[in-house]
């Protein structure tokens, strides 16, 4: 599997908490809900590749509307996330998550609740199929936190 992407490594100096405090203030600079969903869709746009022979239904992630695909790598006590989607503003949500959860050890991701969720306010401006997908994202993350702790 391919080493972390620079941005986890990067952010395993920080804590979750810290990482997600830096994206809601990261996201409060922009003015209006286009404009982020713009960075959404630019971070999504930064994704790392996904290799094909991934996207499988052992890797896909239940609950989302979009075709979501989630690979978890075990390396030295971490769990890196590999992801990707089918759809823009979701592969901009999955690279929120890779940020926040991935190259985490199980016990990080299991500690620290998603308050970004709420922080970027994606509660209320995500449609209720995306906040659905989203949290079913969230939800596998802490699955494969669990099974490793």
Same mark, same amino acid.
């Given at each position: 599997?391919?080493?972390?992407?620079?941005?986890?490594?990067?952010n395993q100096q920080q804590s979750i908490a810290e990482v997600q405090q830096d994206l809601i203030d990261e996201f409060e600079f922009l003015?209006?809900?286009?404009?982020?969903?713009?960075?959404?869709?630019?971070?999504?746009?930064?994704?790392?590749?996904?290799?094909?022979?991934?996207?499988?239904?052992e890797f896909k992630v239940r609950g989302c509307q979009s075709q979501v695909w989630l690979v978890p790598e075990h390396k030295d006590g971490?769990?890196?996330?590999?992801?990707?989607?089918?759809?823009?503003?979701?592969?901009?949500?999955?690279?929120?998550?890779?940020?926040?959860?991935? @190259?985490?050890?199980?016990?990080?991701?299991?500690?620290?609740?998603?308050?970004?969720?709420?922080?970027?306010?994606?509660?209320?401006?995500?449609?209720?199929?995306?906040? @659905?997908?989203?949290?079913?994202?969230?939800?596998?993350?802490?699955?494969?936190?669990?099974?490793?702790?």
């Open positions: 599997m391919p080493d972390a992407p620079k941005i986890e490594q990067e003015d209006d809900w286009m404009d982020r969903y713009r960075h959404i869709i630019d971070l999504g746009q930064r994704l790392e590749d996904f290799p094909e022979e991934w996207m499988t239904d971490r769990i890196i996330f590999h992801a990707a989607s089918d759809a823009a503003i979701v592969s901009g949500l999955i690279a929120i998550l890779l940020r926040i959860y991935s @190259n985490r050890t199980p016990a990080e991701i299991l500690e620290t609740p998603p308050s970004f969720i709420e922080g970027l306010g994606l509660d209320e401006h995500l449609s209720p199929s995306r906040a @659905n997908g989203l949290h079913s994202m969230v939800q596998t993350m802490l699955k494969h936190a669990q099974a490793a702790a």
